[in-house]
């Protein structure tokens, strides 16, 4: 079985706990471990939304990892093909048989579980064996996940284009009369016709038109909204593929805007830019980000703008990978400091009374001197 450095790193992590084994089934720590990026695994939108946890009642495919950092992979049979078996070892059979499947593959009585499918692990391994001890690993491997090889930042910054150019095309093809719904209808459409995978989470295209009831509030958006000439769009979008997600974000306005919009806008993208410029790996703390941020609106005349002052303590942005939203997120008490090969999101929002909300979200990845931003698309780009 080939020892990969990802797989020496979630070893070194499993030893520091009094853990006998570790089993994932269908999210992202499943990928992570088995190294695959072709299977399709049950994701969450939004990673901390306790509900969710558990949905998928059966597993169609797990992971079983030993003291010994071996993999033992038991899947369906149309599942198999996506697990190296030079990374792996692979068992192939029924749902209604992995219980005992799981007899011969599991050794301890302390086993650390995902959140995916718990409930099922639970009951199932003390069936196995009654004295079975199960704990929640879900965050195990969240230090080493957090830091992307080159692999995985060339899939991601693949992706970070692919969203610039969706968006784009949508852009173009924006007229008169359309609706919101058939907007976000074509972000979907046209990561199904360019072979994305999946999308990261439902898309928005938010419509704001100035001077009407729709633009007193941020929330809520309507769905039913024509476009019509001083409408405010704000984008949210994002796809995943091969393992890994975008989350991107932009504003266009439909028509001429009010010097105030387009100068506000201008200081959201020249505040994002400032704040990337400050990031020094080993030193910024990930909570000092938004600061930066509020300094340079402050500078520019926008600071009373932003949808988040300092005083609100509020987040700013997540960490993004194999799930779209990963944890720390952005906010004043993270003291995560960034480090070469980390990717987050910073999603700056301005919103403007009876005029509109915009929003600028870039994909930022931390470098060995500095960061770039991954997300490209042009930032002068406002009215259309």
Known sequence: MIVSERRKKCIAEFRKTD??????????????????????????????????????????????MNRDGETTVLTIPSKKDYFDTTKNTVIVSYMDQFEDELRNIVDGKRIGIGRDCDEWFVRTLREVDPEIVTESAETLFDDIRRIKDEKEIAQMRKLARFTDDAVMYVVKHMKEGMTMAECER???????????????????????????????????FEPDRKLVPGTMIAFDIGYMDQGYCSDWGRTVYFGKAPELVRNGYAALHAAQCHMISQIKPGETRFGDLYSHICDKAEVLGYYQYLRFKREDRGGNGHHIGSEVHEVPFLTYDSDLILQPGMIFCSEPKMFFPN??????????????????SLTCFPRDLFEI
């Open 19 to 64: 853990l006998d084994g570790l089993l994932f089934a269908s999210g992202a720590d499943l990928q992570y471990l088995t190294e695959s990026t072709s299977y399709f695994w049950q994701r969450y939108c939004f990673s901390l939304d306790a509900p969710v946890a558990g949905s998928r009642i059966i597993p169609e495919c797990m992971v079983y």
């Open 355 to 372: 005029e509109g909300y915009m929003r600028v979200e870039d994909m930022v990845l931390v470098t060995e001197d500095g960061a770039e």
């Open 186 to 220: 074509g972000i979907v459409d046209y990561g199904l016709t360019h072979g994305a995978q999946d999308l990261s989470f439902p898309p928005t295209c938010g419509f704001k038109t100035r001077n009407t009831e729709n633009a007193k509030s941020i929330e809520p």
